[in-house]
Nanobody, 128 residues
Framework: QVQLVESGGGLVQAGGSLRLSCAASGRSYSRYRMGWFRQSPGKEREFVAAISWSGGSTDYSDSVKGRFTISRDSAKNTAYLQMNRLKPDDTAVYYC?????????????????????WGRGTQVTVSS
C-alpha cells in the first residue's frame, strides 16, 4: 500500500475554484491508478474522478464532468483535482485513493472497492 495525504480543501463561494492535491509516499508511485471520492453527511461515499497509472485515461462522475479535472505528476508523486464552477452540492469530504496495478492495467475504474489505499480526506465547503 501507499500512504496518501490530501490537501487544498477549504471554504469557497459558489462559482469559485479549488485545487486538491494528493501526495503519495511509501512505494513506487508510477504504477498506481488514482481516484478521488467524496462523502457528504448522511450520504454514501461517491466516485468523483479517476486516472490511469499512465495518465492516459480519465473518468468522471456525471455530476462533475466538465467542471473538474483530474491529473497527475509522477515525478512529484502527486495527483490533483482541479475543481471549477463549484456548487453547494459539491460540499463534502474529498478522499484520495490509490490502487497498485500491473503495467497492462492502464485503465480507470469508478468502484471504491478497486482501490486499496485511502487518504484521511480534506473538507471542501461551497457556500451559496
Amino acid at each position: 500500500q501507499v500512504q496518501l495525504v490530501e490537501s487544498g480543501g477549504g471554504l469557497v463561494q459558489a462559482g469559485g475554484s479549488l485545487r486538491l492535491s494528493c501526495a503519495a509516499s511509501g512505494r513506487s508511485y508510477s504504477r498506481y491508478r488514482m481516484g478521488w471520492f467524496r462523502q457528504s453527511p448522511g450520504k454514501e461515499r461517491e466516485f468523483v474522478a479517476a486516472i490511469s497509472w499512465s495518465g492516459g485515461s480519465t473518468d468522471y462522475s456525471d455530476s462533475v464532468k466538465g467542471r473538474f479535472t483530474i491529473s497527475r505528476d509522477s515525478a512529484k508523486n502527486t495527483a490533483y483535482l482541479q475543481m471549477n464552477r463549484l456548487k453547494p452540492d459539491d460540499t463534502a469530504v474529498y478522499y484520495c485513493a490509490a490502487a497498485l496495478v500491473d503495467y497492462s492495467s492502464d485503465y480507470v475504474t469508478n468502484m471504491d472497492t478497486d482501490f486499496d489505499s485511502w487518504g484521511r480526506g480534506t473538507q471542501v465547503t461551497v457556500s451559496s
